[in-house]
RNA sequence: GGAGGGGUGGCAGAGCCCGGCUGAAUGCACCGGUCUUGAAAACCGGCAUACGUUUGCGCGUAUCGUGGGUUCGAAUCCCACCCCCUCCGCCA
């Protein structure tokens, strides 16, 4: 949600972010400007009649403590009339805010200047390449056929149990996961992140604070009876940490570290993209949150990008950094990044971080304020999250990349110790 | 599941029975100052949030979990809902 203030003054820059997130039309903010004004002249006038009210009130006090009946009756008269007055302008304003508060809900956030205009994937901007793709003797396979024949991954007893897309990882499979998992939060927590494990279903609130609802309804699984949803990504529960809270400078930054399963009902999907471990309905991810001072933010995005890109290279993972174009960077954010990797097998390039500066798009809604030594009032502070990282596209490459020609995967150095051999091969 | 207690400013915690002098005592934290070589202590002052209005000082409105009601007037009385805590039971 963006500042009402700062369209008021920014029309025009809205306006353009409107287009080029090619999200709605511009009309919205001239739409926005009219509620804003109506709801701004019933609330001077309403404001008015109350402070007649209150001193009406005030004298009667008065007058019937000093015994002047007559005129304490009298009063009583007028103060009856504005109350009448009053109950009309109350429900006025109450509709003239509810239209507006809807109304700034479909406010998109405002592109960084650095962003890229562009309305397709393909304007979105190769920042930077890592490694080099791995070079082999043979034909690589991509990773379900690698999955079956070391019978990791059961994606058919998965389906039968809770339905496609909710796989059963088995032996070594599990034992690779974990040990990803705890690789990612052990180099996360030596970046000075802290360790969170955060409730997997959240309520209305967090969902809407985040930016999940109201239009990405779609995406969660819902807990109906209990007002629940499994939550889409640990930047639910985690972001939503320190709703409605004011904070104090000297806590910020603040960085969150948490791992969680994620739940995305993702309709629509078919094809190759689904295949294997490409798209699931539930994942493993390491989540990086970041709250921070408005100066900080775009400091801490690359900051966050760059621990996440840390793990990739640790890993041993041809990458690719995209700046995303801002057709195709989402309604929350003013940056995005996203890191893709190289997946041998199906050579093609993977999504796995998406890396974000909300500025104070998210924290406005969820009253996430912090109080600055330099400004009289609290602050709105930005947040920041990305991922570090998700598994199973992470789990493809691997396979992919490092498969020999006798079948067997060699796991990267850096995981060894985690997974406990230097090679994986059938149990 | 049974019984009881409670939700007040950044935090703790009065006020509620007996409605107006309470946007709210007091303490802590925080900010500024005096003192000090410096710091601590002590002392003095400031300090809820949001919105409207104003060039500005300021003024106004709303907010004591949420919503509704009674009343000229509600943190305070009534109703509903939400949440938390304690004890008992059950259980990982």
Redesign the pocket.
């Known amino acids: 949600m963006l500042?009402?203030?700062y369209i008021r003054e920014n029309a025009e820059v809205v306006k353009s972010a409107i287009i080029n997130k090619a999200t709605g039309t511009p009309d919205l903010v001239d739409h926005v400007l009219e509620l804003?004004e109506l709801w701004?002249k019933i609330?001077?006038e309403?404001?008015?009649v109350?402070?007649a009210?209150?001193?009406?009130?005030?004298k009667?006090?008065e007058l019937?403590?000093s015994g002047q009946k007559e005129q304490a009756q009298s009063?009583?008269a007028e103060?009856?009339r504005?109350?009448a007055a009053l109950k009309d302008l109350e429900e006025g304003q109450?509709t003239a805010a509810l239209s507006l508060d809807a109304a700034l809900l479909e406010i998109p956030n405002v592109p960084h200047p650095s962003v890229p205009i562009g309305k397709v994937p393909s304007d979105n901007v190769v920042a930077f390449e890592h490694g080099v793709f791995p070079a082999f003797s043979f034909q690589p396979v991509p990773h379900w056929d690698i999955l079956e024949k070391h019978d990791l991954v059961d994606f058919d007893r998965g389906s039968k149990v809770a339905g496609a897309g909710f796989p059963f990882y088995k032996g070594p499979g599990a034992r690779f996961q974990r040990a990803l998992i705890n690789f990612f939060l052990d180099q996360a927590i030596g970046s000075g992140y802290l360790e969170i494990q955060a409730p997997l279903v959240v309520n209305e609130d967090s969902a809407r604070g985040t930016g999940q609802l109201p239009d990405k309804e779609d995406l969660m699984y819902e807990a109906v009876r209990d007002g629940l949803y499994l939550i889409p990504t640990a930047e639910v529960p985690v972001t939503n940490l320190h709703r409605d809270?004011?904070l104090?400078e000297s806590d910020l930054p603040i960085k969150y570290c948490a791992y969680t399963p994620c739940f995305r009902r993702e309709a629509g999907s078919y094809g190759k993209d689904v295949r294997g471990l490409n798209r699931l309905h539930q994942f493993d991810k390491i989540e990086l949150v970041h709250f921070v001072r408005p100066e900080d933010s775009y400091e801490a995005l690359e900051e966050l990008r760059a621990h996440a890109e840390d793990l990739l290279q640790k890993l041993g993972l041809p990458y690719r950094r995209l700046l995303m174009c801002t057709g195709d960077m989402g309604f929350t954010q003013a940056k995005k990044y996203d890191l893709e990797v190289w997946s041998a097998g199906q050579e093609r390039w993977l999504e796995v971080s998406s890396i974000s500066n909300f500025e104070t798009f998210q924290a406005r809604r969820m009253k996430i304020?912090y109080?600055s030594?330099s400004e009289a009032?609290?602050q709105i502070v930005h947040t920041i999250n990305g991922s570090g990282l998700a598994l199973p596209r992470i789990v493809a490459a691997l396979l992919e990349n490092n498969q020999q020609e006798d079948g067997s995967i060699t796991i990267p150095p850096a995981l060894r110790s985690y997974f406990g051999s230097e090679t994986l091969i059938s149990s």
């Open positions: 500042d009402l203030q804003d701004r609330t001077t309403l404001q008015n109350q402070t009210a209150n001193a009406e009130a005030k009667i006090g019937m403590k009063a009583i103060s009856s504005l109350k109450r809270e004011i104090s304020r109080r030594k009032r609290p």
